[in-house]
């Protein structure tokens, strides 16, 4: 059973602060990564993608892969409350679009 | 408007009741997929389309039927729904072009069986 595991959390962060958000998945031969947000009661939204191992970034927003650690990470900088919501890991193979999802964990941003 | 649109937003059905979500996206995304999302159980994919008439299935397929006869459409159907089918359905769609990936989920149905 392929997996994708994340801290449900709440991860708490004042505002101004960098969140950082985990995820790990089992499968070695995934490829391609996604972080999502979702506020509640909303439908899930892509913030990033990320395919190589190493870091990207858009905005405030980082994604960092390292495919021997089976690890990927959401580092959210100058964290606004409005930035509270469930963020959404998942894993793919490459060139398909069949993804497994994380449960999400959920940030707090405190003003 | 471009975008996606599912209908109904919300259902209450019977248990062995028929029921078809509806999902309906303007870009002419290739790509089209199903997902229900419960707690505890993040999103699960049901089935995903990638292209016309093209279905496939994904991790939770049992019990569910689709078809997809126009690029725009791709309904789901709950053949004899079952209170385990209670649930939020979320439909999407996703184009990739090169490097960059696009994906947008509709609003979902949020789908009770009594």
């Known amino acids: 059973q392929k997996e994708v595991e994340q801290n449900s959390g709440p991860l708490s962060v004042p505002e101004g602060a960098i969140a950082s958000l985990n995820c790990t998945y089992s499968d070695r031969g995934s490829q391609s990564f996604f972080w999502y947000r979702q506020y509640s009661g909303k439908s899930p939204e892509l913030i990033m993608f990320?395919?190589?191992?190493g870091d990207k970034e858009d905005g405030r927003f980082t994604a960092q892969l390292n495919k021997a650690s089976q690890y990927v990470s959401l580092l959210i900088r100058d964290s606004q409350p409005s930035d509270s919501a469930t963020y959404l890991c998942a894993v793919g193979q490459r060139d398909t679009d069949k993804l497994i999802f994380g449960t999400g964990t959920r940030l707090q941003v405190f003003p | 408007d471009a975008g996606i649109t599912q209908s109904p937003r919300y259902k209450i059905t019977e248990t062995g009741r028929q029921v078809t979500l509806m999902c309906h996206q303007t870009?002419?995304?290739?790509?089209m997929f199903w997902y229900r999302q419960d707690l505890g159980h993040g999103l699960r994919l049901i089935y995903y389309?990638?292209?016309?008439?093209?279905?496939d299935k994904g991790e939770v397929p049992d019990g569910y039927v689709v078809s997809r006869s126009k690029t725009e459409n791709f309904p789901l159907t709950l053949e004899s729904a079952t209170r385990s089918q209670t649930s939020v359905y979320f439909c999407?769609?996703?184009?990739?072009?090169?490097?960059?990936?696009?994906?947008?989920f509709g609003p979902g149905t949020r789908l009770t069986v009594t």
């Open positions: 999407a769609s996703t184009v990739r072009q090169g490097a960059t990936y696009e994906q947008y």
């Open positions: 990320i395919y190589s191992n």
């Open positions: 389309s990638a292209a016309a008439d093209i279905t």
């Open positions: 870009w002419s995304h290739s790509y």
